[in-house]
Nanobody, 121 residues
Framework: QVQLVESGGGLVQPGGSLRLSCAAS????????MGWYRQAPGKQRELVAA???????NYADSVKGRFTLSRDGAKNTVYLQMNSLKAEDTAVYYC???????????????WGQGTQVTVSS
C-alpha cells in the first residue's frame, strides 16, 4: 500500500557532500513523521534525523551542524543534505515514515530498502 523510494547515495571523499531523497507513495492519507536512520557494519541502526508533526526536527549529535533535513509535504518527500562528510558517516541509510493509509485507523511504521553512503578517499 505504501512505498518509500530512496535515492542519492554513493561514494564521496571526506569533506564532500551528498543529498539523499526519499519519496513516499501509495494510498497515503497522512504522514506523521519522516526521517532517516543509518546502520554501519557491525552496529545497530541509529537515528540520523527525523521531522515530526511537520514542525520539530531531531538530529543525532554526530550530524548536527553538518546534515539538514527538509520536507516537501505536497510530495511526501524528505531530503537529507549531508555536508562535511566523514568516514564515520559510512553506512546504509534508511528512510522511515509513520503513515496513515487511506481508510486506515492507525499510523504504521514504513521503511525504505536503504541506500549506501560511503565516505572514503
Amino acid at each position: 500500500q505504501v512505498q518509500l523510494v530512496e535515492s542519492g547515495g554513493g561514494l564521496v571523499q571526506p569533506g564532500g557532500s551528498l543529498r539523499l531523497s526519499c519519496a513516499a507513495s501509495g494510498r497515503i492519507f497522512s504522514v506523521k513523521a519522516m526521517g532517516w536512520y543509518r546502520q554501519a557494519p557491525g552496529k545497530q541502526r541509529e537515528l540520523v534525523a527525523a521531522l515530526t508533526s511537520g514542525i520539530n526536527t531531531n538530529y543525532a549529535d554526530s550530524v548536527k551542524g553538518r546534515f539538514t533535513l527538509s520536507r516537501d509535504g505536497a510530495k511526501n518527500t524528505v531530503y537529507l543534505q549531508m555536508n562535511s562528510l566523514k568516514a564515520e558517516d559510512t553506512a546504509v541509510y534508511y528512510c522511515n515514515a509513520w503513515i496513515l493509509v487511506t481508510g486506515g485507523t492507525a499510523f504504521y511504521d514504513y521503511w525504505g530498502q536503504g541506500t549506501q553512503v560511503t565516505v572514503s578517499s
